[in-house]
């Protein structure tokens, strides 16, 4: 085979290649329906696609943060109200038992009933979430406050990123949990001693602190529900920024069949073209040889 024939027919050869790829390619886009398969298949879907699937991932992260932060919020919420029973309780006690005649007998009662009160309070103080304690501030691997209803939690709070430029802090439980700088602890102690000494005016010297401590709990209920509400507003955005991310990836990716199928058609029929040509110019080749 003369040189101009060798190069012809080389050249037929990477055009057969050239054409096999085109249909392997063609073939895959519609077996699979991804049009999108590395990113030399197109560099600008591909880059974009990268964007989305960054986006997509941030704010899923920040959807499982905000499953574990409602659950917090909720326990917590649910544990403040049921703080503000309990010194609602000791609050009628004390207003009870502040004024008219009282034997003996109903006022240790009362006082009993009070460090029944107290440590239930110390219960609710102590709650945890998962493993975690929710009013000890970053000091949340152990209970915040003592058998005695001291506070040995930490007093910075951690701030949870729960979306873009979105931060939740934890409520402080030394806040929570006192009033004017006092311990409701030692307001309930101060309540149940002055009951069981029979010390009515000592008993109503509490009546206005256990109002305040109510306040303080209330105030923090309001406090998680304002929390709630703005989980609510980052989850629905990031919900829809993951739903977006994913549709938009959809399109992106997703192969158009009716193309697929006509480049197939055309690969074909230029492989087939290409094959009788090489099979051509192979036959001259033979029978030059044989001359």
Do not use: C
């Not at 329906?33 to 899923?60: F, I, K, T």
């Not at 009993?112 to 609710?124: A, G, P, Y």
């Not at 949340?140 to 058998?147: G, T, V, Y």
Request: aromatic share 4%; glycine share 8%; no cysteine.
């Amino acid at each position: 085979m003369r040189v101009t024939e060798q190069s012809h027919f080389a050249s037929l050869v990477r055009r057969i290649q050239s054409h096999q790829g085109r249909l392997q390619e063609a073939v895959a886009e519609a077996s699979t329906g991804v049009r999108v398969q590395r990113p030399s298949d197109d560099p600008l879907a591909s880059a974009a696609l990268q964007r989305l699937e960054v986006s997509a991932q941030r704010h899923q992260s920040y959807l499982r943060v905000q499953t574990t932060m409602q659950g917090q919020l909720e326990t917590a919420e649910s544990s403040l109200t049921s703080g503000v029973a309990v010194l609602g309780d000791a609050l009628e006690l004390a207003l009870q038992m502040s004024s008219g005649a009282h034997t003996e007998e109903s006022l240790q009662a009362s006082a009993e009933r009070v460090s029944l009160l107290k440590e239930s309070l110390r219960e609710i103080a102590n709650t945890s979430h998962q493993g975690r304690y929710l009013f000890g501030g970053v000091a949340d691997d152990q209970p915040p406050f003592d058998d005695a209803g001291g506070f040995q939690g930490s007093t910075t709070l951690r701030q949870v990123e729960i979306g873009e430029q979105q931060r939740i802090s934890q409520l402080s439980g030394e806040d929570l949990f006192s009033v004017q700088g006092e311990s409701l602890f030692a307001v309930l102690d101060e309540l149940e001693g002055a009951l069981a000494g029979g010390d009515q005016a000592g008993a109503s010297a509490t009546i206005d602190r256990l109002r305040g401590g109510v306040t303080s709990l209330t105030t923090g209920i309001q406090t998680v529900g304002n929390h709630l509400t703005t989980l609510e507003h980052a989850r629905a955005f990031s919900e829809v920024i993951v739903l977006d991310a994913q549709r938009q990836s959809d399109r992106l990716e997703a192969a158009d069949l009716a193309d697929a199928a006509s480049r197939i058609q055309m690969a074909t029929t230029a492989l087939q073209a290409s094959a009788q040509a090489a099979q051509q110019v192979k036959g001259l080749k033979d029978l030059l040889f044989k001359l």
